[in-house]
T-cell receptor, first 111, second 114 residues
Framework: QKEVEQNSGPLSVPEGAIASLNCTYS??????FFWYRQYSGKSPELIMF????GDKEDGRFTAQLNKASQYVSLLIRDSQPSDSATYLC???????????FGDGTTLTVKP | ETGVTQSPTHLIKTRGQQVTLRCSSQ?????VSWYQQALGQGPQFIFQ???????GRGNFPPRFSGLQFPNYSSELNVNALELDDSALYLC?????????????FGEGSRLTVL
């Protein structure tokens, strides 16, 4: 079992819809959680991070964290074709000094 | 603000050779970490350097080694290359040592081992 699990997808949503991306993690020592977007052939870029239970909103993006369930999610509202990419979930363990990534969920937003 | 730069962008080596990859961190960042990303997978943590010392390491053999210099730039060295070392190698800089949070990635060095 991988330390960070994501549905590989592909996830396909119509333009303007809400895309929901999910992630579970096994290391209870993880304190911070990150969502990165990676376009094909490019390097990951940070979308947002969360480290407290609950919701965190940034524009069209909302991250949700439930440490008891070891669950992180990312909602993308009003999805655009430019959101089509692979979304990587990462868990950061401060004591170990490392970020552990899932294998990503590929999202396609259809016009 | 200068972003993270990596070199070379692409390289081809043969099995058994050695390779050195280089990374310049983003201006003001004192922490550099290296990741290996195989096709279709997420980045795998190799190690992290903070103020010239390794302060975190993933499950990679000792033939993967690194350095960080006083200007916070870094090198990744891989000895005795194997076919499975073919991957995209990503350097990421951040601020804060073990408290490092957000990672800012370079464009990567794509290594092919024949």
């Amino acid at each position: 079992q991988k330390e960070v699990e994501q549905n590989s997808g592909p996830l396909s949503v119509p333009e303007g819809a809400i895309a929901s991306l999910n992630c579970t993690y096994s290391d209870r020592g993880s304190q911070s959680f990150f969502w990165y977007r990676q376009y094909s052939g490019k390097s990951p870029e940070l979308i947002m991070f969360i480290y407290s239970n609950g919701d965190k909103e940034d524009g069209r993006f909302t991250a949700q964290l439930n440490k008891a369930s070891q669950y992180v999610s990312l909602l993308i509202r009003d999805s655009q074709p430019s959101d089509s990419a692979t979304y990587l979930c990462a868990a950061y363990n401060t004591n170990a000094g490392k970020s552990t990534f899932g294998d990503g969920t590929t999202l396609t937003v259809k016009p | 603000e200068t972003g993270v730069t990596q070199s070379p962008t692409h390289l081809i080596k043969t099995r058994g050779q050695q390779v050195t990859l280089r990374c310049s961190s983003q201006s003001g960042h004192n922490t550099v970490s290296w990741y290996q990303q195989a096709l279709g997978q997420g980045p795998q943590f190799i190690f992290q350097y903070y103020r010239e010392e390794e302060n975190g390491r993933g499950n990679f053999p000792p033939r993967f080694s690194g350095l960080q210099f006083p200007n916070y730039s870094s090198e990744l060295n891989v000895n005795a290359l194997e076919l499975d070392d073919s991957a995209l190698y990503l350097c990421a800089s951040s601020l804060g040592g073990l408290e490092a949070r957000e990672l800012f990635f370079g464009e990567g060095s794509r290594l092919t081992v024949l």
